[in-house]
């Protein structure tokens, strides 16, 4: 296998010193720090359509020019991925308006589907991303629905929650207008943000175009983007129906996870469920 690397970055133009050193922080691939003639390089193991995904999804990202800082792909082959190393900022140089900042300016880059030209994958669950023309058509049909039925053949959801779903995914044209299409990294929770010395940096993108809250739903998942994002991606003020439109556009990533790492996030599930069957 080693050998298949090997050959990946001679076709880059890269002459590799040393061994695989293992990174932190993948729960799903296999992350590598390696030292070349030419510089520190990040190497990724993964199955191979999965890693072809996230380098497209790179690429588009680098592509939209929003000013935020995206590894540079250096070669993908097989099951290997090969990228620019990114050196992490001391922490009195992050400045989380510079990602809202820039995040507002990738959202700016829309088009008239929502979806993608293929399907990728959140973490190791498939995405299906066959475009549709209206995003409350594309949020049922290829985000809850999918997530809804899996996490009930696994026994994870019962017939009363997956019901549930279904019956919001089927009431989103009630309350919820269709937008264009923006460009999103579609798996923006906290650790995908890296700040550089060069400025904030997104990292291993789930990338489609739909409705922009949903990076700004994962950002807030775990934790907050604190003040200084939101005073520069909504000028300090959330926009009307930021309520239900955060709990709408958790309630995938959610799934996912509950489908990804078990029962433990069930009950985050159930709150965002419920949020959502209080009305908008």
Known sequence: MLDSLDALLETAGLTGRGS????????????????????????????????????????ALARANSGLIVPEVLGQQGAWLVMEA?????????????????????????????????????????????????????????????????????????????????????SLETWLEDVPASLVHGDLWSGNVLYTPRGPAIIDPAVYRHYPEVDIAMLTLFGSPGDAFFDAYWNGSPPAGWGPREALFQLYPLLNHLLLFGGGYRQAVVGAIEKLQAGP
């Open 20 to 59: 695989l050193l293992p990174l932190s922080g993948g729960d799903i691939a296999a992350v590598y720090r390696l030292t070349t003639d030419q510089g520190d390089v990040v190497v990724k193991s993964d199955v191979p359509a999965r890693l072809a995904g996230e380098a497209e999804g790179l690429q």
């Open 86 to 170: 990114l050196e992490a900022a001391p922490a009195h140089q992050r400045r989380a308006a510079a990602l809202g900042e820039g995040l507002r300016k990738l959202h700016g880059n829309t088009g008239e589907a929502h979806g993608w030209p293929r399907d990728n994958a959140c973490g190791s669950t498939p995405q299906p991303n066959k475009p549709l023309p209206d995003g409350r058509a594309f949020q049922r049909e290829r985000r809850l629905l999918p997530l809804a039925r899996a996490c009930y053949e696994r026994g994870l959801l019962d017939k009363r929650l997956k019901v549930a779903v279904e019956a919001i995914a089927e």
